[in-house]
């Protein structure tokens, strides 16, 4: 049976703090406990998920203070037996508090053998021998949902996550963590909290990056060693006072005293300062939900911008083809909703094609054998016909029509890999070169730019 848009949109829902938050708690795989949320929830629709946002049947325990409520539910205790129960479950404010709560559930020490795990159907072994489920066929039945909805899709984070995307990510997850506070003595996450440097260096170093490895301790050591692991200085690139010109990712760095991530939409993540506005002394953990935050955009001030140079955004010859993107869109490397687009269309690509391409990678259709720019080009060279000959033949053979569609008009349009941001093109705009008026707004159009996002990004710099 095809996925309906309803069950594709709470797939991707629960999919991004899942990604969110895994991390941080030690889990490498996310496929077997978006499927446990589909089972134990039937798709959200189940009064425990839809009105207490408890998407995996969690029981209070007798460690739980938090809000509950007790209702009935069915227990496999004998093979082939369901016993009618009634227990007490624990009641969240919100999808993503359900989510986090599944993870500081299986902080509990049974599930401790989880972390580490890579392959889902292990993951779903592990955690129904440790007690979680007692159906006889739980990992039957999850496994069969990773499989039927593709769902290891959204596992594909080694494989199609930037490095630099993966220490975003892993600063976000602490910051959502009240487990990580702020404390200079214990700073590299002994007793689970950070000092601003420690944050980001051991984020970047969990990622892949080797910046600790390579000897970067503090603030005053890190521009020279993250410099020598990838980074590049582009400060004289960007507004340090609006913020102009940062990316996701870009290393804030203040060489005395302080530095963040920023985080994208005007965000910058850090670890600040402890509960009694100290550097030491303080609890272990977020005491104030401030100690380690996602906060607004603030120039510190920084002395130094350090972007990923092998992994940059921007566009250009390195410009990725949909199918690529679009994976790296299930893997949660360009956010959701309103970010997702942003984000795509400021890296100039085209929003609608790579979200027809995820739909399509989502529902299961076949795995095409070339991209979909590859098979635009084709397209433009006459190999699929016309009209409804060509949407057959291409449908047939495995590809979304929509999204070959898209990309064919945006490369019959003049897009190329050396296609400009929106971010420079605004720039150009505004330096004069792209006329005004209506003027403007035809030679962007003919040259292939969306011109509401780059009006856009004009108004944004000159705030």
């Not at 909703?337 to 094609?353: F, I, P, Q, S, V």
């Not at 449908?395 to 929509?402: C, K, L, R």
């Amino acid at each position: 049976m095809a996925i309906t848009e309803k069950q594709q949109r709470f797939i991707e829902d629960i999919a991004k703090h899942v990604q969110k938050y895994a991390r941080a708690y030690g889990i490498l795989v996310h496929s077997p406990i978006i499927a446990q949320a589909i089972l134990e929830s039937g798709w959200g629709e189940s009064k425990l998920s839809a009105k207490y946002h408890n998407y995996f049947g969690l029981k209070c325990g007798s460690k739980w203070t938090g809000k509950s409520v007790n209702l009935t539910t069915q227990e496999e205790y004998q093979p082939g037996t369901l016993t009618t129960i009634k227990d007490n479950f624990r009641v969240y404010d919100s999808m993503e508090e359900g989510v986090k709560g599944y993870f500081e559930f299986i902080q509990l020490q049974r599930y401790q053998n989880l972390r580490g795990i890579t392959d889902p159907k292990e993951y779903l072994q592990t955690i129904k021998n440790d007690g979680y489920a007692t159906s006889s066929t739980y990992v039957e039945n999850n496994y069969q949902l990773i499989t039927q909805y593709k769902l290891t899709e959204y596992d594909k984070e080694g494989a199609e996550m930037s490095k630099i995307e993966k220490a975003v990510q892993q600063m976000e997850a602490w910051a959502g963590n009240d487990s990580h506070g702020y404390d200079q003595t214990y700073r590299w996450g002994q007793h689970g909290d950070f000092d601003c440097s420690a944050a980001v260096i051991q984020a970047c170093e969990n990622a892949g990056i080797p910046v600790k490895s390579k000897g970067a301790t503090y603030t005053g050591n890190m521009l020279a060693v993250f410099k020598k692991c990838g980074f590049v200085d582009v400060t004289s690139k960007v507004n340090r006072l609006t913020g102009a010109g940062l990316l996701r990712g870009d290393v804030l760095l203040n060489t005395s005293h302080h530095t963040a991530m920023y985080c994208g939409n005007g965000k910058e993540v850090e670890a600040s300062i402890n509960e009694k506005g100290t550097a030491t002394g303080g609890k272990p953990g977020d005491q104030t939900g401030k100690e380690f935050l996602i906060r607004s955009y603030r120039n510190y001030p920084w002395t130094n911008v350090l972007r990923y140079a092998a992994e940059s955004q921007a566009s250009g010859s390195g410009k990725k083809d949909v199918t690529t993107v679009a994976k790296e869109v299930l893997a949660g490397a360009w956010g959701n909703g309103d970010d997702r687009k942003n984000r795509l269309t400021a890296a100039g690509y085209d929003y609608a094609a790579v979200q027809a391409e995820v739909n399509r990678l989502v529902s299961g259709a076949s795995t095409p054998k070339k991209s979909t720019t590859e098979i635009a080009k084709e397209v433009l060279a006459g190999k699929w016909g016309n009209g409804d000959d060509r949407k057959k033949k291409l449908q047939a053979a495995g590809y979304n029509y929509a999204a070959v569609q898209a990309e064919v008009n945006r490369l019959a349009k003049g897009g190329s890999s050396t296609k400009k941001s929106v971010t420079a093109v605004a720039k150009e705009v505004l330096a004069g070169k792209w006329g005004n008026g209506d003027a403007r707004k035809k030679k962007l159009q003919a040259a292939g730019y969306n011109y509401n996002a780059v009006q856009k990004e004009v108004n944004r710099l000159m705030r």
